[in-house]
């Protein structure tokens, strides 16, 4: 189940799609809120909230990592009703996601245009062949904000330890591309502050 709620002035010229799921959205007047105070420029937000994240915001199956619960493929119907959320091509779309939603934020980015700039944030690079995919499907936007704690990589989930060479390698791919692209480490373990982690990358997006 999708579900979208708009939140400050959706007339304005840029409009951050946030991909949410129910541990996100009760946070999300808090992240607008620092998002604000790091900068003055007006947008909109649209908060885009997934269910199920490890279906509907996985572009292909593979097996669970932690837990029990495997990956789906249900990304591309995802895609679809995001497709409709860009419906003004005079404004600037910017598409955003912490954990599985940055995952699928820089998937996106590789299969349509009319995305100004991704902020993947914690992002799911672990993913089983994503870089793969990222070397033959170039990202099609122009601004690409990466993040990773600094001690993300520092598992001993052999899978999840991977995440910092990944997320290195992403960026190499990406600033190949041509497109400006940033990647930070901030302090701490994934599940750190992801609502200052979130503003800083859009803070630098729509600057």
Not at 183 to 195: I, K, R, S, T, V
């Amino acid at each position: 189940m999708l579900q979208i709620t708009d939140f400050e002035n959706m007339d304005s010229d840029h409009i951050l799609i946030r991909i949410v799921g129910d541990h996100d959205i009760g946070q999300i007047e808090k992240e607008i809120s620092l998002i604000k105070q790091m900068t003055s420029v007006d947008f909109g937000l649209r908060a885009f909230k997934v269910d199920d994240w490890n279906t509907s915001l996985s572009p292909w199956k593979s097996p669970a990592v932690f837990g029990k619960d495997d990956f789906g493929d249900g990304a591309e119907g995802t895609l679809e009703v995001l497709r409709k959320l860009l419906d003004d091509s005079a404004k600037k779309y910017y598409l955003c996601g912490y954990s599985m939603a940055g995952l699928f934020a820089l998937w996106a980015a590789c299969r349509m245009e009319g995305i100004y700039g991704v902020a993947a944030v914690s992002p799911s690079a672990w993913f089983p062949g994503f870089t793969d995919y990222m070397h033959i499907n170039k990202v099609l936007v122009p601004k690409v904000y990466l993040s990773l704690g600094d001690k993300e990589e520092k598992t001993r989930n052999p899978v999840m330890a991977t995440v910092g060479d990944r997320i290195r390698e992403a960026k190499e791919i990406i600033t190949a591309t041509g497109a400006e692209c940033i990647l930070e480490f901030n302090p701490g373990g994934h599940f750190n502050e992801p609502d200052v982690r979130m503003a800083k990358g859009i803070d630098w997006l729509i600057k």
